[in-house]
């Protein structure tokens, strides 16, 4: 199966990939799709989940535009084709004036 994976911000330094295509063997949830890809970008998994498995919750996971937290979270089954988003915490605006 074909997915394409993105890394935005912090992730993209991490692994030094903007956009890459990710073959997986059949079928495959997020939680599976990260365990291919930190064999591939060590550090990963560490980066994104905590020591009981759980997203960290300053990450945003998006299959497809759609926020994981509102599908089945790491369990959310991933088809041919998918576009799957690893988003990083953000900051911005401007500090006191």
Do not use: C, H
Not at 12 to 33: I, M
Not at 34 to 47: R, S
């Amino acid at each position: 199966m074909r997915l394409i994976v993105k890394f935005l911000a912090t992730l993209y330094d991490l692994t030094g990939v903007l956009k890459a295509e990710v073959e997986t063997p059949g079928e495959t949830t997020v939680r599976q799709l990260i365990d291919v890809l930190d064999a591939k970008f060590a550090g990963l998994k560490t980066e994104l989940l905590d020591q009981e498995g759980k997203l960290k919750p300053m990450y945003n996971v998006l299959v497809n535009g759609r926020a994981i937290e509102w599908l089945s979270g790491l369990e959310t089954r991933l088809k041919d084709g998918d576009e799957v988003v690893f988003i990083p915490p953000a900051a911005g605006g401007t500090g006191p004036t």
